[in-house]
């Protein structure tokens, strides 16, 4: 079976994770340090936060910003669940602006539309590993004082127009990572969150660990070695060493992976050009993504099948393929509680009817792509 996305573990992770567990700390012992120092040369970033999972990642970097409890937050219906999620965990309103009918990434045009006084907050989300136009979304949140926080669940390695690495932070405050399983890396669950604010970066050390620091420079009082002070309400949101040196071990694979996986989806792309009823996903120019994801649109009425006939047409012959994703507003906590309704945000609901996500991982043979192929040809052709 050929899933949508799978994990790639080599000898020299297995050998990483042993090492730790021979070794006298099993959580934040050097690897967290390593892995995190890791990032920040690989993205630019000045500071990095290893968390337990992007989730937490996403729940303290908002908690960091302190935005109260009448804000509102602008991010995309394309989504998973935790962008918006994080929001709501900090009392702040989502609010959604559609997307781009091309890129599939947030619309900044839209963003404008939505922003009110009580606006404070843009989560983009680096859709399937593309980069949104962050030159223009981040204008916007010059122009109104808002503050960014790029989900970057999809796109380790990926590089902006401009060249630099996604985590950079160059266009915003905070940018978070996923490291689950069916991302790039995999750490097995894991997160960071990169920035340059030194000020921001100890909010989330500390927030990330109940809320305490030892840190002299921020204690109130020093009366000695053992002293620790709660300055917040924080969590227990800490990576292992175990899944750190997991991490960095996968860190060093990342060019492979990045080449591996453009790889694949120049392979689809040419193979699909001029198919009726497919579309293929597009790169602008001087964009570099790292394809986490191989988002096509099908016009599944004029095909004349269901997309789940075509899904189980493909798993019939052993290849698994996922829907990203069902827009946020339409779920049913979203409706109730937020007021949302089918209709709000069309772009990506019609761009939800017709996706289908094939499969792309570093670790597919070229039999396993000549395969997809030949079968999404049959079956969509
Ligand atoms: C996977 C994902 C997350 C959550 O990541 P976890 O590490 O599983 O918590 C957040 N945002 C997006 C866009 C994701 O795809």
Redesign the pocket.
């Known amino acids: 079976m050929i899933g949508y996305g799978h994990q790639y573990i080599d000898d020299a992770d297995i050998e990483a994770v042993v090492s730790v567990l021979k070794s006298d700390f099993l959580t934040q012992g050097p690897f967290v340090t390593k892995f995190e120092q890791e990032i920040c040369k690989i993205t630019g970033a000045k500071y990095c936060v290893s968390v337990s ?4 990642g ?1 729940h303290i970097a908002v908690a960091a910003l302190g935005l109260g409890y009448d804000a509102e937050g602008i991010t995309t219906p394309n ?2 669940l ?2 918006s999620n994080s929001m709501v965990y900090n009392h702040v309103k989502p609010v959604f602006a559609d997307i781009n009918p091309v890129s599939y990434n947030i619309d900044p045009a839209d963003v404008e539309k939505h922003v009110t006084e009580k606006t404070k907050l843009l989560i983009p ?1 680096h859709f399937a590993g593309l980069p949104c136009e962050m030159d223009k979304i981040s204008a916007i949140a010059q122009k109104h004082n808002l503050r960014i926080i790029e ?1 970057a ?2 796109a380790i390695g990926s590089q902006y127009a401009d060249g630099s690495y996604v985590g950079n932070c160059k266009y915003s405050d905070m940018t978070v990572f ?3 399983p069916v ?1 790039t890396i995999t750490t097995g ?3 960071a969150v990169t920035t340059n604010d030194e000020a921001l970066c100890q909010k989330l050390l500390m927030l990330r660990s109940h809320g305490t620091t030892k840190n002299e420079n921020l204690l109130t009082k020093n009366p000695g070695p053992w002293y620790y002070e709660m300055q917040a309400l924080g969590f227990n949101y800490r990576m292992t060493d175990m899944q750190a040196a997991l991490g960095y071990s996968q860190l060093q694979k990342l060019d492979f992976f990045k080449k591996r996986r453009r790889e694949i989806v120049a392979a689809y792309n040419k193979a699909f050009a001029g198919m009726q009823h497919l579309k293929t996903p597009v790169e602008p120019e001087n964009v570099s993504s790292c394809f986490h994801l191989y988002a096509v649109q099908i016009d599944f009425s004029a095909l004349g099948k269901s997309r789940t006939r075509v899904m189980q047409e493909l798993r019939n012959k052993g290849i698994g393929t996922q829907v990203h994703y069902i827009p946020v507003h339409t779920q049913p906590f979203y409706k109730n509680t937020f007021g949302y309704k089918d209709g709000d945000y069309p772009v990506a609901e019609k761009y939800y009817e017709q996706e289908l996500s094939l499969p792309l991982y570093p670790g597919m043979s070229d039999e396993d792509v000549e395969n997809v192929i030949k079968a999404v040809k049959e079956i969509v052709g």
């Open positions: 999972n992007a989730t937490a996403l989504t998973f935790a962008s989300v989900d669940a999809h996923s490291f689950h991302k669950e894991g997160g």
